[in-house]
């Protein structure tokens, strides 16, 4: 159900791809802390997980790197198996040929496939990360705080990631900025081409339906108002500029639009190009 295949989202001259791990499904009625207060005939919800590769003139970026080896996490997951080198083998990207890698946030499904120091995924790669966000989950207990002094805490001590404390241009067209709420670092990361742009929305959203009910609030949001401020924030950006938005979890699809009609928000799923090996 998840991409059923690779998924291409064109920029002009740059393109953005989901890599797509699997999906899951959670009950609304646990999943979001309110989800009493706003009723729907939505009960259960079809979650994705997914990162994403942008392919520029000048680099090669990953957004995220999955599940990898943290998929044994995340329960009920329906995946494909397939690691993230061997997807992005399909699209013929080579792991030495990404440039950089940037996590929106350090959840175990969006960092997995970091690798080693000693073996990393990447081997050519710079890794971004917030630094707020690796010192709120470092030494904490649970699945989390243990997946970061599994994976993050030896790369961080091997002097092998970059911090980003403020909104910066990592590489041409390519900007990060802070969107704290979910968690205390949690980044956005917008992509801008010459023919459109796509804001990497990392976890401000896992379900459609808080598109039209910005207010529900997962009980994965560590702080809930700040986190529902930032999804307000966004879509208001996005219903203003047509930005496209690539979210790891939002189905059926990984890129969207966000309309404002009469100060309610409703988005519509693009429908993304294919890639050679899905013709």
Do not use: K
């Not at 397939?82 to 040929?97: C, H, I, W």
């Amino acid at each position: 159900m998840c991409d059923a295949a690779l998924a291409r989202l064109p920029l002009g001259d740059r393109t953005v791809e989901s890599l797509c791990d699997g999906h899951f499904e959670r009950e609304r009625r646990t999943f979001f802390r309110n989800a009493e207060d706003h009723p729907s005939e939505v009960t259960t919800l079809q979650l994705a997980v997914r990162a994403f590769l942008v392919r520029a003139p000048a680099y090669t970026a990953l957004i995220d790197s999955g599940l990898g080896t943290q998929a044994h996490r995340l329960a009920a997951l329906d995946g494909s198996g397939e690691t993230l080198p061997e997807r992005l083998r399909q699209l013929g990207v080579a792991s030495t040929d990404v440039d950089l890698v940037v996590y929106t946030h350090l959840h175990f499904d969006h960092f997995g496939s970091i690798g080693t120091p000693e073996q990393p995924t990447f081997p050519l790669a710079e890794h971004y990360m917030s630094r707020r966000e690796f010192v709120h989950w470092r030494g904490r207990p649970g699945p989390h705080g243990e997946a970061v002094a599994e994976l993050v805490d030896p790369f961080v001590e091997a002097g092998a990631v970059r911090f980003v404390d403020e909104t910066v241009e990592l590489r041409e067209g390519l900007i990060v900025s802070i969107a704290d709420g979910h968690t205390p670092g949690h980044l956005t990361v917008r992509c801008t081409g010459s023919s459109g742009s796509c804001v990497f929305i990392g976890d401000l959203l896992h379900h459609p339906t808080q598109i039209t009910t910005p207010e529900l609030s997962p009980n994965a949001d560590e702080d809930p108002e700040l986190a529902e401020s930032r999804r307000w924030e966004h879509l208001s950006l996005l219903a203003s500029t047509g930005w496209a938005a690539a979210s790891p979890h939002l189905m059926p699809g990984p890129y969207w639009t966000v309309q404002n009609r009469h100060d309610r928000f409703t988005a519509t799923s693009l429908v993304p190009q294919r890639g050679p090996e899905q013709r």
